[in-house]
């Protein structure tokens, strides 16, 4: 059976690089190049790495009060995010489960962008259009790439780059201004735990804009595989295994995006379940989970109590090549979400001693604030 | 020693003397990717052909790896534990996982050589 499958802008280019190119959320994505994921993650945590995220739905959201408006689908407080500055955000169902989790950024008192999963756009879009109101225009912008460059190096590549506005970003700064002479729309943040940015640019330049980054003797292309293990290493979800329509915030320990007047509001899809949660406490909770042993444990893989009693599921689970060993997520009940709890994973028919550990399992290295004070 | 024979789960087999070594082609390594952890049978463990009896992780998935004909188990590659690595830097050499000792070594007539092999994988 085939299907059809999109392309991103840079396609040639991965081919150019010898990518192996596998389905995902639609299109064909570049799981890894001739490297291979653990060169890739290991040059990702070192210098930096180069992933094209342009299957990433990206929407402008424009119009009169748009941060009061956009708040009608999620619990972050957008009204007091300042022009410039980007948040994670999770757009939550009337359930108090998450629709998708997003990026969203302020580009003016009336103007957010917001960075969807490829997977979720549609519904996202759906989402957006029923609960906004009509003055607000909703603009997926499908002409366009996102080009992560992720790695401790990933400041001084963009200097090297002409990118002067863009280098001198706080973590999780935003700004429309130019990056090797593109046009672009530049945030600090990613999906590794290192420093870095996500840039956005015209589809036709693309190309040019990769090429002319991967020229530095610092960046490598790195595909979706290192993407993976970089953000299991750095605890952050995948939507569709850690989070879904199904998990709460609460249970995901996602309330730190929640906003502060949002809680005392409960102005919000799903704050029922969520204020319930935040008084009773969750029946279960996200953790990290180290298995003994060398043996990855994947997403699906059963978490037993000590009884032997089934306890909760890993939602992710790889080799963690900078950890050193095998990493994993899941769910389990709050009794057992202690770190240090020790726990079995049922592996293949046999049962695997593991660990509660903390998230992440390594450090998140983003750019500490400029300023001082 | 004897010429290699390959399966369609992409082992290769090749008998020395008595005893049959089992390792994944070239073509294997590269589709799983790096490589990072291998469980290996017991010694003594009686497999039948085509059936699982090691399992090769990568970053990205689990995959089995089956006996590629019957026998006892004789030895294990105690090397991929420390560094399965190996799978990917040396797959038809340091990269073995276990040695056999066949059954019915006629049953090796059954699996391709190295020209049926590389047609083989012309076809996927």
Not at chain 1, 253 to 277: C, H, M, S, Y
């Amino acid at each position: 059976m085939t299907e059809t499958l999109l392309a991103t802008p840079l396609e040639s280019l991965h081919r150019r690089l010898g990518a192996r190119l596998v389905p995902f959320a639609g299109y064909a994505m570049p799981v890894q190049y001739p490297a291979g994921i653990l060169a890739e993650h290991a040059h990702c945590r070192a210098k930096a790495a180069l992933f094209d995220v342009s299957h990433m739905g990206q929407v402008l959201v424009e119009g009169p009060g748009a941060a009061e408006a956009l708040e009608r689908a999620t619990p972050a407080d957008l009204v007091a995010l300042p022009p410039g500055r980007q948040r994670y955000a999770l757009l939550t169902t009337d359930s108090g489960g998450v629709l998708d989790d997003a990026m969203i950024a302020r580009l003016a008192d009336d103007r957010f962008f917001l960075v969807l999963n490829a997977a979720r756009k549609a519904v996202d879009l759906g989402r957006l259009r029923t609960l906004l109101p009509h003055a607000i225009t909703v603009t997926p912008l499908e002409d366009r790439a996102l080009i992560a460059l992720q790695g401790p190096a990933a400041e001084a590549v963009l200097a090297r780059a002409g990118a002067q506005a863009a280098v001198a970003l706080p973590f999780l700064g935003v700004a429309e201004t130019t990056v090797a002479g593109v046009s672009a729309l530049v945030s600090r943040s990613g999906y590794t735990g290192e420093d870095g940015f996500e840039i956005s640019v015209a589809a036709e330049d693309a190309i040019r804009l990769a090429e002319i980054l991967l020229a530095d003797a610092d960046v490598a292309p790195a595909g979706l595989g290192a993407r993976d293990s970089l953000r299991l290493e750095a605890g952050l979800c995948l939507y569709g295994n850690d989070i879904d329509e199904t998990t709460s915030p609460v249970e995901a320990g996602l309330v730190w995006t929640i906003g502060k007047r949002r809680r005392l509001a409960w102005d919000f899809p799903g704050a029922e379940r969520i204020r319930r949660e935040l008084d009773e406490g969750p029946a279960r909770l996200r953790v990290g989970i180290v298995p003994e042993g060398r043996q990855p444990a994947r997403s699906g893989t059963e978490v037993v109590g000590p009884d032997g009693t089934p306890i909760g599921i890993l939602t992710s689970g790889t080799f963690g090549p900078s950890f050193g060993g095998p990493v994993a997520m899941g769910y389990v009940a709050t009794a057992f979400a202690r770190d240090g709890t020790p726990v079995e994973l049922s592996l293949r028919g046999r049962l695997v001693p593991a660990r509660i550990h903390p998230l992440p399992f390594v450090p998140h290295r983003y750019k500490r604030s400029n300023r001082t004070g | 020693m004897s010429e290699m024979k390959f399966t369609k789960d992409h082992e290769w087999i090749r008998l020395d003397g008595d005893v049959a070594t089992v390792g994944i082609t070239d073509h294997a390594q590269t589709a799983l990717g790096d490589v990072v952890f291998v469980e290996l049978p017991e010694v003594g463990r009686m497999v039948a052909a085509g059936e699982a009896c090691a399992v090769v992780e990568s970053v990205k998935a689990a995959s089995d790896i089956y006996a590629p004909i019957s026998g006892k188990v004789v030895e294990v590659n105690h090397a991929l534990s420390d560094n399965p690595g190996l799978v990917n830097a040396s797959p038809l050499e340091e990269g073995w996982f276990f040695r056999l000792e066949p059954s019915d070594a006629a049953e090796l007539e059954a699996l391709m050589d190295e020209t049926a092999y590389a047609a083989y994988l012309e076809t996927l």
